[in-house]
């Protein structure tokens, strides 16, 4: 390095924003470890700055309006660092920049990119060791007196009551908020963030596929706490999670600002020229074929997943496609609504379609009775359509305990969920024209269960074994409180003799075991997917 370069270096780091911004920094030309601050601005409306010392993104600004929170980093990974190294080059004579933050001790390289004429900031985040403690976010902490429209069951600001933890809260009517209450399912989500008056900031959520639990699975985006707007990308939590986090580059994912509208998903396959490690598209491969079943009017999807990452695609007239796939083996899973009902392994080369043919039923209907629909979700039992947003105390809730239940009043009148302090044993009703030679047989499907939470049954002579409701695997998280359903879907087997039976009225009980106890809804609990009545 020349004498003159390196006083400039000594010298001009604290202006590396105004060598950047006018392209001084020539193309593809690196600059040391920053120990001043990196800031870029791309002409129509985008400003930030990127801390030197600890990487965090201390000043986004639009339109010349600061949009961090105070006392907040306007973005940040996991919750910030204290320091990490920080480097970076700029492209085409300055008009672009790739901002590189390493922390080496977690084992974790979050990457900014921005251009000109372009009011987005670009990211991916390179993981490449198991994370403690075990979450993997990008979160941007916004100014809430100029971004005030956002997901109305996540603002919390003014909920003075604490309801469980430290996330969800409620207000002197009753009314219950959470930054849980503002997800979407990954296979349907869509930008999202906040907006006001002349300002917008939204996540571009763009490729998840290094992402964990599915195509179902859903997590915190937006919280508006009163004193910030948080903005949240999640790459992997301990919320409900039934996959491990996946090592390697996640993203590319953006931080779009607007004028109050929200944005349209786009492409972002132009930064594998800038991001390391990111494939471009010609190095992937896509997987196509038939899927075939009696999926009782359901929407089928096909989903991949493996160590490489998790992809899907809906299928339409018994065809699918799914395409932007890296290299490598996974097991491919038909669902019918939320209900694998189908797997097989497929191996995919970058360059080529693979061809795959899948095929899987959902399980029978009962043929005496059955509430719900086999369909992998608690989707018209009581309260399963207000779930998503409200805390199960919400005063808008319908009561989650009446004396008894019955069948014939059909799934909308039986409780989402069963919960041991709160609504255990259930007392269901239905009638036998005439009582099966062999008895019967019972199924209780569940998607989804807490502290160990899980099915058992009574009825006339007749009380479900133990071997009957096998412990479920722990989660270690909570759930339906939280506002998702989504866990692993478990069906419960119980063969009821005659002799428990009788032609006419029945009544069967219906309760939550489990070695644990807890409080109200904090207690073990688990959710409907159906039930259904059959001979046996």
């Known amino acids: 390095m020349s004498r003159k370069r390196r006083q400039a270096l000594a010298a001009g780091l604290a202006s590396a924003a105004v060598l950047a911004g006018a392209g001084l920094l020539g193309v593809g030309q690196p600059w040391a470890n920053a120990a001043a601050n990196v800031s870029f601005d791309t002409g129509t409306g985008l400003a930030f700055t990127i801390n030197g010392g600890n990487g965090n993104v201390t000043s986004l ?43 080496t001790s977690i084992g ?15 990211m991916a985040t390179n993981i490449t060791k198991a994370l403690n403690p075990g979450e993997a976010r990008f979160i941007a902490r916004l100014k809430p007196s100029l971004l005030t429209t956002s997901p109305a069951g996540a603002k919390t600001g003014g909920f003075g009551t604490t309801v469980e933890g430290s996330d969800v809260f409620a207000n002197a009517a009753g009314r219950t908020a959470s930054k849980f209450y503002s997800s979407q399912r990954l296979i349907t989500q ?24 599915g195509p179902f699975f859903r997590d915190i985006e937006v919280n508006d706490t009163g004193g910030a707007v948080n903005i949240t990308h ?40 800038f991001i390391p490690g990111m494939l471009s598209d010609a190095q992937r491969g896509g997987v196509s074929g038939t899927a075939t079943g009696s999926w009782n009017g359901l929407r089928a999807t096909v989903a991949l997943a493996g160590p490489t990452g998790q992809y899907w695609g809906q299928v339409k007239a018994g065809k699918f496609v799914i395409g932007h796939i890296k290299p490598g083996t996974y097991t491919a899973t038909l669902y019918a609504g939320e209900l694998a009902v189908g797997t097989r392994s497929v191996t995919v080369p970058a360059g080529a379609t693979t061809a795959l043919a899948i095929s899987g039923s959902v399980p029978a209907a009962g043929t005496l009775f059955q509430l719900g629909t086999f369909d992998g979700t608690p989707a018209g039992f009581l ?9 199960p105390s919400d005063a808008r809730m319908s009561p989650w305990k009446a ?12 409780p989402m969920a069963a919960f041991k302090a709160v609504n255990s044993p259930m007392a269901l009703g239905f009638t036998l024209a005439s009582v099966p030679a062999n008895g019967v047989k019972l199924r209780i499907a569940t998607t989804s269960t807490f502290a160990g939470g899980r099915p058992a049954v009574s009825i006339g002579n007749y009380s479900s074994p133990a071997s009957a409701s096998p412990t479920p695997v722990n989660l ?9 359903w989504r866990g692993l879907n478990t069906t419960y087997t119980y063969t009821i003799p005659a002799s428990a039976l009788k032609t006419g009225a029945n009544t069967l009980s219906v309760s939550v075991v489990s070695g644990s106890s807890g409080a109200t809804f904090l207690s073990p609990n688990f ?9 046996a």
């Open 403 to 414: 004396s008894s239940y019955s069948v014939a009043n059909g799934a909308a009148k039986f």
């Open 61 to 103: 600004k639009h339109n010349g309006t600061e949009l961090a929170a105070a006392g907040f980093a306007a973005g940040q990974f996991q919750s910030g660092w204290s320091s990490a190294a920080v480097t970076g080059k700029t492209f085409n004579n300055g008009s672009s920049i790739l901002v590189s933050v390493a922390n």
């Open 234 to 273: 999640y790459m992997f939590s301990g919320h409900q999670q039934t996959e491990a986090l996946r090592l390697g580059l996640h993203g590319p994912y953006a931080l779009a600002l607007t004028d109050g509208s929200a944005p349209t998903a786009r492409s972002m396959d132009f930064l594998a020229s």
């Open 527 to 535: 959710i409907f997917d159906a039930l259904a009545l059959d001979p």
């Open 476 to 484: 270690n998280s909570r759930n339906v409180t939280r506002g998702t």
């Open 190 to 213: 869509q930008p999202f963030g906040a907006s006001g008056t002349g300002h917008g900031a939204f996540i571009l959520p763009a490729y998840t596929d290094m992402t964990s639990g």
């Open 108 to 122: 974790v390289t979050q990457y900014y990119f921005a251009r000109k004429n372009d009011n987005t900031l670009y």
């Open 383 to 391: 309260n399963a359509d207000r779930i998503e947003t409200m805390h």
